[in-house]
Structures are given as structure tokens and as C-alpha cells.
């Protein structure tokens, strides 16, 4: 059966796959966008993922395809399938992850929660919509964005001129995606995976903390979840992995609205930093089950390991030094903590790692993944 | 700091090394005595280990030196600390897994809990020795036994004339050692990691069952093991790691007697198949254990992450195709097994891969794992 899988984009989630496959003893290639990225240890080619000869050469050299990014381009994804390469998640899919207008219509079809949204071509559309909503709401390029990159409050017709201007710039045309401001108690994320033949299984709801647009901190399960939230936050995933046919590992992230609903924010199909819990937290972690799910495996079992996982970035890393500078100190004050470094060179905002603690006790856990986090952002 | 360990060494503790140091960022390079080896992911170099100057070309490369097995010549490893390189463990540890009479006179020196052992050179030594021991007792070879070669129960001194022989040939001569033969009720094993800086750590005791004088399984904690007995063996364990200086993983692999007593029987300096449960079921694995260790860095939490995990190996693997070959029944029936895959051919009697299931329930966990090594050993 087909065991090389080739991954494409070589970050931190390409990396974090390593470990999975050498347990399984699954033969995992990576192409890398350059030399000396994150996941280097399994790199066996460098290129450029939109070079449609080079992603060709790369297939040749594996069983099946799937992705540390979501941004290989529709054409070469579509001539890999046409010559037979299995693709995980394949193009159908992915499209909703490239474009949120898209994506918003689509999860609109399939009668999911979402924020009340637009397409907007111009400042008097996204006027409109603004007066429909209080005043505010927010304004998202429909490609291209990610960490809070491309996403901007408004409260006034003109604040995202820029971008229009940009559109309007682009032979490929477009337009911008409007959503109303969702009043959020918190935010969640539900983690599944799929596999081609169907097969779908979930892990806790998790809570995740966002700080500048970026993830910060999950704790999973999220607190209070048991019951009817984990079911519905369950069933929003599900039904999102099924009626738009992701395979592999999906991401859905959702709003817990002020009035009691989950809505849907954003969605990944890929392994997802709420989902790095699962390494140390999960008997099966997320990469692992993306390898799995990939080679339509069956998938293994998502229950927690502990009470409680509370996972904390390292964003930006040290101001003097690496990361490994910061280990003895780090590990004498904190024996429980699980280190994960992703090689990369320290860099404002940057997620250069992450620290995960499991325990009975919740309190107990913020406080030794947040100190100990602390120790490599200074 | 330093952060590049070279393992000397390509087989399977090797290769478990990888995703603990991938994880923690540490660069590993590994010197594989051939190609395609089950650590082949981070070989940087291949070679003979026996041979000065590939072992020294290697070093070159690497910030500390530590092992896949205890079988570098002592001359290579006190050429490496001559010229300033780091090796954990060192020489002076070593040489008591390499010479079997050197590491029961030290451990007796210690005043450490023993079989009672004689050196022999001859059948009538051997005689002399079986008359005081109820005409019965353990041969062992010296040098270069492992998994129950070099082992023989005798009832009669001529019953090692070959050995003798061999001895007699060979010429740095030697001898063979001889131990009583003890009535255990079971075995045990007592994993420790210790810093060059002085720090030990000690995970729970486990119960190991040998077949045919192989690892077959292992259950962690052992079961009855609370209080008394953990502590004794814990200090066994300490004491030493601590008489010896070892450096890293030690295991000590203790016969649990039938009058209630804990004496040593074997032991191993690196990771050991008596600690593979310690990947998925503590918070600190053996394996990322040894590389903090021989980093001198601070040690992790020992403690388990479950009531039990039971590892089974998987020995000599299928009798037809490869073990992912069994993967789509295996990961169907047993959705909460960790599957640890060597990438080695089966072949009998091999160690292919091993099985770990944790749980609240030790017969739960002992079936299961047990079921799912059956699928690959057939």
C-alpha cells in the first residue's frame, strides 16, 4: 500500500509531521520553499510551490500529496489529480480555503452557522453593509490572509480603500469579504479529520485565546464544554468536513457569541495550531491523524490524555540568543512542560514554538505553560 | 550551548531519538554502520564504529557523542575524551556493559544485591562452581552477548567447551562468568537517567517478560510495585548510575526472587527496550530523557500519563509484505494502540516494532496491545 507521502510547504506543520512518521514508520518527503526551513530534516526537494514543474517532479517522487499551507494553486493541484496523484485535501476542497467568499457562500449553502456576510466591490457596497450593522463590522481579503494578516474592523466606508484599489489593480478582478462584528464571549475550535473513504472523528472542543490576531493560547477541552456545546461544535465540524469533502486534518473555528450561539469564523484543512495540544494531550495527535487520514487509515482514537492541556505559544522568541539558550533554566523551573522548537530563527511575532502542560488541574496548567513560555519571549 | 548530538549507531533506539530531538529542536546526526537503517532519517555519515578515523570524522561534526548500542571500542572513546569531545557515557561507564566480569566485580565492590558469580576459565572451575550451586548456574560470555545470546543454563561443566574454547583462541584470552541460577518469581527493570552535572532521575518500576531471553512485553508500573519494592528498586538503580558515573539512560534489570529479594541481572546503558512504554505513556520518554541528559540539560517529569501502559514488541513481524501492510485491520480494531514501526524487513525473532496501549485498566491494556502486535506477526 502507498506509504512515501510527500508534503508541500515546509513550516512548523510540515516539521511536527516528522515525529508522527518516523513512529509509524511512514516515509514522509517535504518540499520546502527554501533551505533551511522548519521542517529541513525531511526536506528532499526545494522549489517553488506555484512552479507548476517543480510540484510535478515532487509528485513523482511520492504516493499521495497534502500540504503545510493551503496556497498551492488550483491548476497544478487539478493536473496532479489528472495524472493520477492521490491529493489530500484535493482541490474541491481546498478552494474554499483560498477564498472566503467562496468559502462564506458555500458554508451559507450548506445551512451552517455563519456571521452575516457580503461581497463587496466597492466602498458604497461596503457602506451598505455598515448601515445594516450598527455601524461596524469587519472587512477580510478574500485570498491571501492569515494570522490576522488581511482583516480589518471598520466602522467607516473608506477605512480599506487600499485593498479596493488593489482589487481593482488585479487582472483577476475580485472583491472583499464583509462580515458583521460578531459579540464574542469566546473563542473555540473544533478539530477533525476525514479520511477519503468517509471515515470522520473529532477531538474535544477547544478554547483558543487570540492576542493581535494571532493564536496564543488553547486550552482543551475548553472549559464549560461538556455536553451540548462539544456536541454542536462536533456536529458544525462534521458537517463542514463532509459537505465540502476535506480530507485530512480540518480546522473549524468559531465564535461562542455573546447571545449563545456558535458561529463559524475561519477554517483550515490542514493541522492547526488549536490542534498542537494533541501532541502531548491526545492519544492521537493531529499529525499523526493527518498521515493517517491521508493514506486512508483508519483514524485512531481522539480522547485527551489528561485532564486538562493548555498550550502556549512562543511568539517571536528570545531577544538575545536561541531558544535552546533558554532551555536550563526553562527546564529546571519547569519539569512537566513539553517543549516544542521549531528550528526557526527568533523574529517578532514570529511562532517559533510552543509549550504544552497537562494536568488535573486547570489553574495548574495556565500557570506552568504560561511561565514557562515566558522564558523564551523577553 | 551545544545542540548537536551524534548518536554512534543506526539501529532502532537511534531512531527514537529522532522525534524527541525534532521536538525539541536539538540537531541529531547519527553514524549508521550501513545504509538504509532504521535510523537512516538523520544519518549523516555511515561507517564502521570500530574504525578510529570514522568515528573521529564524525565527532568533527557533532557537539557530544552518545550511542545506539555499548559496543565502541574502549581506545576510540578515550581518543574522543583525549581530544576534548563530550561522549556520555563515557569510557569509564561503558566498560562495565561491555565486559560482564568487570560490571559484577564493580556492582559487588558497591556492595549492590547480586546473583553470586564466579570468573572461569576452565571446565573445572566451572565444575567447582556447579558443585556449590546445587549442580546448576548461568554461563554468560563476557563480551558481546545481547537478547539472550551469549547466555546458557547448565546443569554440567562441559556444557560451554566451546566458549572455552573460542576464549582459548582469542588473543586477549578472558574468561567466562558464571552466576547462580535464581529462582525469581519475575523481572523487573529500573530505568534512571542521570546528568553529567550530577542530577538522576527515576521512572516507576516495571515488570518485563522475556521469551526465548527477549523483551516480549512490558508493564508499566509494575503491577505491586507501590511503596516498598519501588523505592528499593529506584535506589538499586541510583546507586548504580551513580557507583559506575553513567551518564544518560541506564537500565537495570532486576530478578524479583522467589524469597523476596531484588538482585541485579543486566544492565544497560542507553534506552532499552524496557522503556519503549515511556514514548506515549510518560511524561518524559527515555528517549527524549537521554539526549537532555547527555545535553547536560535539566531532566523532565517521570511520572506516567496513565494507571498502566503495556508495550508488547513485535518480534521477526509478518510473514508476508511489511507491517504497514497490516495496518488498515490493526488501526480498525485498535484505535487507542500506539504503533511504533522500526522500518526494518521482518525476520524472525527480529525486533521489528512494538505496541503501546495506556489505560485505566491493566487486562484491558495488556489485551489490547497484545491483539494488536498479533496482527503483525503471523
Redesign the interface.
Known sequence: ?A?TVGVIGGGQLA??M??AA?????EIRILAEQEDMSAD??ATGVGDYRNRDVVLAFAETVDVITFDHEHVPQEILRELIARGVPVHPGPDALQYAQDKILMRSRLAELGLPVPDWARVENPEDLAAFLAEHEGRAVVKTARGGYDGKGVRVVTHEHEVDDWFQALAEDANGGALLVEEFVEFRRELAQLVARRPSGQIVAWPVVETVQRNGVCAEVIAPAPLSAGRLADVAGDIAIAVAEGIGVTGVLAVELFETTDDRLVINELAMRPHNSGHWS?DGS??SQFEQHL?AVLD?????T?T??SWSVMVNILGGPSSG????R??VA??EH??A??????KDPRAGRKV?HVTV?GDDLDDAVYEARATAAFFQD
Open positions: 500500500m506509504t516539521r511536527m516528522i515525529p518516523v513512529n509509524l514508520g511512514i530534516l525531511a501532541i492519544t492521537t493517517r487509515l483508519p483514524l485512531g482514537a480522547g490524555r489528561d536561541t531558544l535552546i539558550d532551555y536550563p527546564m529546571r519539569p512537566t513539553k517543549l516544542h522548537n521549531y528550528g514554538g497537562s
